[in-house]
Nanobody, 123 residues
Framework: QVQLVESGGGLVQAGGSLRLSCAAS????????MGWFRQAPGKEREFVGA????????FYADSVKGRFSISRDNARNTMYLQMSRLKPEDTAVYYC????????????????WGQGTQVTVSS
């Protein structure tokens, strides 16, 4: 089992940047493929991006491709989401998630979730 805690959210102006972190504890972090999802009020949770166990392969939603970057540091048990050129439509609660299966773009394969961190982008 693994516990996940997100941090780094906040209020930023459009065009700005933020870096989210997802700290893991418990079972070996490198055993998990990891993902980022977000959920805006009144909307379903949507895939943002994901990274494989070794950290050498990443995947992104089209809406964030070229603006967001995912990385992980297995020695520090932490995953990151670097967000740049933020837009008001990026406003949401951002969640990190872990899966023992392969990288997935849907929420269902992910077994463990953090509590989320709010990102608000003002226009």
């Amino acid at each position: 089992q693994v516990q996940l805690v997100e941090s780094g959210g906040g209020l930023v102006q459009a065009g700005g940047s933020l870096r989210l972190s997802c700290a893991a504890s418990g079972r070996t972090f490198s055993s998990y493929a990891m993902g980022w999802f977000r959920q805006a009020p009144g909307k379903e949770r949507e895939f943002v991006g994901a990274i494989n166990r070794r950290g050498d392969s990443t995947f992104y939603a089209d809406s964030v491709k070229g603006r967001f970057s995912i990385s992980r540091d297995n020695a520090r048990n932490t995953m990151y989401l670097q967000m740049s050129r933020l837009k008001p439509e990026d406003t949401a609660v951002y969640y990190c998630a872990a899966t023992t299966t392969y990288v997935a773009t849907l929420p269902r394969p992910y077994d463990y979730w953090g509590q989320g961190t709010q990102v608000t982008v003002s226009s």
